[in-house]
C-alpha cells in the first residue's frame, strides 16, 4: 500500500500565446491548465493505488498565476493536495521550484514511498525538477520512464533513452519522471470534479516553507522571452522546377 | 577544480564542448577538463588533443545508472567557473542532480552562450513548445548548462597533451540497472543526412511514404516526419521523429511536405540550411518558416520534384 506523491504545474496554455508584431509575447489571453505530462504522473499515481491501496498526495508549486490550482489535480484522482503558493515563486526556475517542492514535502507530505513527476513541464521543459527534487530529498531518481511496475519494495521501470531501454529496479523511497506514453490519463467526470471540492487542501507559502532570501534570489536571472523569429526567405515559387533549381543550389 | 569542465557521454559531443569549453576558458583565463564515462575512455584522450588540458572518466560500478556520478561529479565541479553536459537523457538527470547538490540553476538545452564583460554568460533557451526563446543569465558559480550534440562545431586537432584521471564512482545500492535493450537503429541516422525530407498529416496513408523516399532519395538524403506519424501513426520509427521532444536535425536541405508547421515541429528544423515548403493550403504557418514554398498537392508535387531533381542531380 504505498504512500504516492505526485506533482504538478500549472501551465499557460501555449496554442493561446499571441505574438505581437514586435516580437513579444502576449499572455493575456492565455488559458492555464495542468502540464500535459504530469497528468501521466497523476495517472499513474492513482491507477497504483486503485491496485495495490495507499494513498496520492498532489503537490504544486507556484505564483499569482495559479488561479484554481488544487481542484483539477484533485478531480484527477489524489486524496489531497499541497499548494507552495506565494507570489516570489512567479516563473519560478527548476532550482527554486525543486526546492520549495522539497520543503512542502518535507513539512506537509508524510512519510512517502514514490513520487510520481512529468518529465517535464510543457511551458520551459527544463527538464529537471524531478531529479532536483530526488537529490534534495536524498533518494534516487528514474527518469523517462514509459512503463512502471509497482512491487512490496519498490519499482520496476523501463526508460526510454536514445540507445534503447534501460530497465533500472529501486527501493521505495524514490522518485519517477514519466513519458506521455506511460498511460493515457483519464477525463474527470462530474463526480470526480464535484468531489474535488470535499478533499483537504494545505497551502504553504514562502516563509512557511522557510525559503531564505539566499535561496529564492539564488536563481538565473531572467531576461526575457520572445517569439521564436523565422529568418527565412518565404519566397513563393512559381514551378516544380524553380524549387527543383533552389533544392539543388543548396545541395552543391 | 577551478576552471571550465565539460561533460559528454558521447564522443563527438565532447569534443564539440571542448572546441566551445576552450574558447570559454581562455575567456576566463581558466583550465579545461573533458570528463567522460570510463567505457568512452577514447574520447577523453582525444579530448586533450582538442584543447582539453586534462582529462578525467568516471568509473562506473556495473549495473549502476549514470546519475550515481553525482557525488563525484560534484566533487570536480564545486570551484567550477562552468560545467557545460552534453544533452543526453542519462546527463540531463546527472546535471540536475549536481546542480541541486550546489544549489545553481542550470540552462537547459541552451542553444547559445554569450560571454558578457563581467564574466557572466547569458544563454538562450527554447520555451513554449518552440515558439518562444528565453534568455537567462547565469553568474554565480559554477555556471551549469546542458547542451544538444551539433550545437558546437567539431574543433580541429592541436598538440595539447595532458593526464586522464580516473575517479571511482561508489556504487548507489538502492538503485540497479537490471537489463538493457538496445535500439537497432532502422537506415540511416537523419541528423547525420545532407538532406531530409519530412511528412506529416498530409501523407493519406503509410504507402504513400514512398513518395517521399523516392524524392530523399535523389538528394541523397533521408526521410523524417511528424510527431503524430511517428507516435500515432507508427508509420516511421520514433527516431525519425523531428520537433522539440524528438530529433533535431541540420541538413543542407528540409523538405516538408504535407505538414502544417507547428512550432512544435519547425524546432527541430531551426538550423537546417534550406528550407522548402510543400502544402496545398496557402495560409499553412510552415510557409512562414520556409525558405522557398509552393502551394500545391504533394501527390502531384513530389513526383514532379523528383523527377526535376533527377535531372539536375544525375
Not at chain 2, 541541486?100 to 540553476?105: I, T, V
Request: proline content about 5%; charged content about 20%.
Amino acid at each position: 500500500m504505498p504512500n504516492i506523491i505526485t506533482c504538478y504545474k500549472w501551465v499557460v496554455d501555449e496554442a493561446d500565446i499571441k505574438v505581437e508584431g514586435n516580437g513579444a509575447l502576449n499572455f493575456e489571453r492565455a488559458g492555464r491548465k495542468i502540464s500535459e505530462y504530469d497528468r501521466n504522473a497523476i495517472e499513474a499515481a492513482v491507477q497504483i493505488v486503485e491496485t495495490a491501496g495507499g494513498s496520492v498526495t498532489a503537490v504544486s508549486l507556484g505564483g499569482p498565476e495559479v488561479k484554481n490550482p488544487a481542484k483539477d489535480g484533485l478531480s484527477r484522482g489524489p486524496d489531497k493536495a499541497i499548494l507552495a503558493l506565494d507570489p516570489r515563486f512567479a516563473e519560478a526556475d527548476g532550482l527554486t521550484t525543486a526546492l520549495g517542492l522539497a520543503r512542502a514535502i518535507g513539512s506537509a507530505a508524510g512519510p512517502f514511498d514514490l513520487i510520481l513527476c512529468g518529465e517535464g513541464s510543457g511551458d520551459v521543459y527544463g527538464q529537471q525538477v524531478g531529479p532536483r527534487l530526488a537529490e534534495l530529498l536524498g533518494i534516487p531518481s528514474i527518469t523517462f520512464v514509459n512503463k512502471l511496475t509497482v512491487t512490496a519494495t519498490g519499482v520496476v521501470a523501463e526508460r526510454k533513452l536514445e540507445d534503447g531501454v534501460e530497465v533500472v529496479e529501486a527501493d521505495f523511497p524514490v522518485l519517477v519522471t514519466v513519458l506521455p506514453d506511460l498511460n493515457k490519463p483519464r477525463i474527470p467526470g462530474l463526480k470526480q470534479v464535484m468531489g474535488a471540492a470535499k478533499k483537504p487542501v494545505v497551502v504553504l507559502d514562502a516563509a512557511a516553507l522557510g525559503l531564505t532570501e539566499a535561496e529564492l534570489g539564488a536563481r538565473a536571472e531572467a531576461r526575457g522571452v520572445k517569439a521564436a523569429s523565422s529568418n527565412r526567405k518565404q519566397v513563393k515559387a512559381e514551378s516544380v522546377a524553380a524549387l527543383a533549381e533552389a533544392i539543388a543550389a543548396a545541395l552543391r | 577544480m577551478p576552471g571550465v569542465i565539460v561533460f559528454a557521454e558521447q564522443h563527438s559531443t565532447l569534443l564539440e564542448l571542448t572546441g566551445e569549453g576552450r574558447k570559454l576558458a581562455d575567456w576566463l583565463g581558466a583550465t579545461l577538463t573533458a570528463v567522460t564515462p570510463e567505457s568512452n575512455h577514447e574520447a577523453a584522450l582525444d579530448a586533450m588533443a582538442h584543447g582539453a588540458d586534462g582529462a578525467v572518466v568516471l568509473r562506473l560500478p556495473a549495473g549502476q545508472p549514470l546519475e550515481t556520478a553525482a557525488a563525484e561529479l560534484t566533487e570536480l565541479a564545486a570551484d567550477a567557473d562552468l560545467v557545460l553536459f552534453g544533452a543526453t537523457l542519462r546527463a540531463k538527470g546527472l546535471a540536475a542532480r549536481v546542480a541541486a547538490r550546489l544549489g545553481a540553476p542550470l540552462a537547459a538545452e541552451a542553444l547559445s552562450l554569450r560571454p558578457q564583460a563581467d564574466g557572466a554568460l547569458e544563454v538562450d533557451r527554447m520555451v513554449y513548445g518552440g515558439g518562444g526563446i528565453a534568455t537567462q543569465l547565469l553568474r554565480t558559480r559554477p555556471m551549469m548548462a546542458t547542451i544538444p550534440a551539433r550545437t558546437f562545431p567539431a574543433p580541429a586537432a592541436g598538440p595539447r597533451t595532458g593526464e586522464v584521471r580516473v575517479i571511482a564512482v561508489a556504487a548507489d545500492a538502492r538503485v540497479r540497472v537490471v537489463a538493457q535493450r538496445p535500439r537497432t537503429q532502422e537506415g540511416t541516422d537523419i541528423a547525420e543526412a545532407p538532406a531530409v525530407v519530412g511528412v506529416g498529416r498530409g501523407m493519406a496513408k503509410a504507402e504513400d511514404l514512398a513518395l517521399a523516399e523516392a524524392l530523399a532519395g535523389t538528394m541523397g538524403g533521408a526521410v523524417g516526419c511528424t510527431r503524430p506519424v511517428a507516435e500515432d501513426l507508427g508509420w516511421l520509427p520514433e527516431d525519425r521523429y523531428i520537433g522539440i521532444s524528438g530529433r533535431k536535425v541540420a541538413p543542407r536541405v528540409y523538405v516538408a511536405v504535407g505538414t502544417s508547421g507547428q512550432v512544435q515541429h519547425v524546432s527541430g528544423v531551426r538550423d537546417a540550411k534550406v528550407v522548402v515548403a510543400i502544402n496545398k493550403d496557402e495560409n499553412a504557418p510552415i510557409f512562414k518558416h520556409a525558405d522557398y514554398g509552393l502551394v500545391g498537392d504533394l501527390y502531384t508535387a513530389l513526383p514532379a520534384l523528383t523527377a526535376e531533381l533527377k535531372k539536375l542531380l544525375g
